[in-house]
């Protein structure tokens, strides 16, 4: 009886530390925000919170994106690293919600994502405090993550793109090298 009341409280732990699942069959994150889903508006709301704007663009049934929430995005180091920093929207890869462009254009979340280039899921555009009048999406983003990746790649790219390494010398993949060593040792 005991060992079956530890396993019963391990799971309870274990299901309370994934996202939820939505009507659209996609994870819902707490720190995601349901917003009209107008980039401008988004990136405007992000900076007066002093959070830098993310987007990521998932679909149902996607096992790199259940990856993502279960095993990295549901770390505390991770989590804390989002909620205290950045301010992140949802769009599904096939959806009909209306998402306006920072150039204004507006059409479907499955248009958007055809139109900024995005081929995989899950798909994480980061985007400057700035957008230059005119840019798109695509044009706009200063980092994109596309896929899955482990926990201490995620947080030195969240790290990178807050301390706005896409405009130093120190190219990503030798900054997570760099801090990847400092964090091992």
């Known amino acids: 009886m005991k060992r ?35 980039m401008s508006e988004d990136l405007s709301e992000a900076g007066a919170e002093g959070k830098r704007f993310m987007v990521i663009i998932e679909q149902r049934g996607c096992i790199y994106c259940k990856k993502m929430h279960e095993e990295v995005f549901s770390d505390p180091v991770v ?41 995989f899921t899950p798909t994480i ?13 695509a044009q706009a983003a200063v980092v994109t993550m596309p896929g899955a990746f482990g926990k201490w790649t995620t947080v030195n790219l969240l790290n990178w793109v807050l301390e706005k390494g896409y405009d130093g010398d120190e190219p990503f993949q030798k900054y997570h090298a760099r801090k990847f060593s400092e964090q091992a040792g």
């Open 79 to 119: 989590k804390q690293l989002i909620e205290d920093n950045y301010f992140v929207v949802q769009l599904n890869m096939f959806g009909d919600i209306e998402v306006t462009d920072f150039d204004g254009e507006s059409m479907a979340e499955k248009d958007m994502v055809k139109r900024w280039n995005a081929l």
């Open 125 to 137: 555009l980061f985007f400057p405090e700035s957008v230059e009048e005119g840019q798109t999406g």
């Open 4 to 38: 079956l009341l530890t396993l019963f409280a391990a799971l309870l732990v274990a299901s309370a530390a994934h996202a939820e699942i939505g009507d659209d069959g996609l994870y819902k994150e707490p720190w995601f925000r349901d917003t009209f889903k107008d």
